[in-house]
């Protein structure tokens, strides 16, 4: 029997700016993402929710957000998260070390995830999955928060931010010059599969679905076709998700902090690059969305 080689192409950030949402809509019309990933705090919030509509087979998940923007609780409610700035603020690294210093107020952080769903829920979109912005939902005691939500609110699916080895030297291909950055992003890779170790023995106890493979840690910012292809051509059997940030750089980008700014648009031409949409399908693959994952689990 021929071996089943399904695979989520899931754009993160949608909602980010104009720019970003015209990226991924490109991407997925014309290329292979299947999925994507709402920031309900985005600046784009409205623009991403449009989209979504106008493209019923893009599925949606909610990117848990508590580094950027400001909190859809309302600063109030989350003092321990936000900045004097009044918006959420801090990398996964700081939030790991309050963590271990047992200074989250982690009903804080529940109560701002609640709210980021039910944002997107209100909007009037099915929630396909959760996954997190800079992965900060798998952080120890924040993963628990978010299968719990994804319990709550019927949401079938959840990302589990764990790298497969093999697939991220697949992945690599053509990102020489790239190579710090690369090496930097795979050890945070092996840093998330140490961080959160037995995730999916919960979402199995949660009964949640989630891809069988992950991979586009390393890479990010730094996908290349070469690599794209590459990872194609060694899809293992079984469920994959490829995480990517395809988008378009506008004035609102640029004056964002994230460090992914011209790759969005690079990404988009790999995304729907032909000669990959072509060997998708001589590979046999089938692109599926987080939808599945659900129905199948």
């Not at 071996?3 to 290329?31: C, F, M, P, Y």
């Not at 909190?71 to 790991?96: C, D, K, N, T, Y």
């Not at 072509?278 to 689990?297: C, E, H, P, W």
């Amino acid at each position: 029997m021929q071996a089943v080689k399904n695979l989520i192409v899931n754009a993160d950030d949608l909602g980010w700016t104009e720019g970003v949402n015209r990226g991924i809509a490109e991407a997925h019309r014309s290329g292979i993402v299947t999925s994507a990933s709402l920031v309900a705090n985005g600046a784009a919030f409205t623009g991403g929710v449009e989209l979504a509509r106008e493209n019923p087979r893009l599925s949606v998940g909610v990117h848990l957000n508590l580094s950027d923007g400001a909190p859809v609780a309302g600063r109030q409610a989350v003092p321990s998260l936000v900045a004097e700035s009044g918006e959420l603020a801090g990398g996964p690294e700081s939030w790991l070390l309050k963590i271990a210093m047992r200074g989250l107020a982690v009903e804080q952080v529940e109560m701002e995830w609640e709210a980021q769903i039910q944002k997107v829920r209100e909007a009037g979109l099915a929630v396909t999955h959760l996954d997190g912005h800079k992965h900060v939902h798998m952080l120890p005691g924040l993963f628990e928060i978010a299968l719990r939500l994804a319990k709550r609110h019927g949401i079938g699916a959840i990302r589990v931010s764990h790298e497969a080895s093999s697939l991220r030297t697949a992945l690599s291909g053509g990102a020489e010059l790239r190579a710090s950055v690369v090496l930097k992003q795979g050890v945070q890779a092996r840093g998330l599969k140490l961080l959160a170790r037995d995730a999916r023995e919960k979402v199995d106890r949660a009964g949640i679905a989630t891809t069988d493979y992950f991979c586009g840690i390393a890479q990010t910012g730094a996908l290349t076709r070469e690599g794209v292809a590459r990872l194609l051509r060694s899809l293992p059997e079984g469920t994959t998700e490829l995480m990517c940030h395809p988008g378009y750089v506008d004035e609102a980008l640029r004056a964002t902090p994230t460090r992914l700014q011209d790759s969005r648009e690079k990404e988009v031409e790999i995304l729907t690059d032909p000669e990959i949409r072509n060997l998708v399908a001589s590979q046999g693959i089938r692109l599926l969305d987080y939808g599945f994952v659900t129905n199948a689990a």
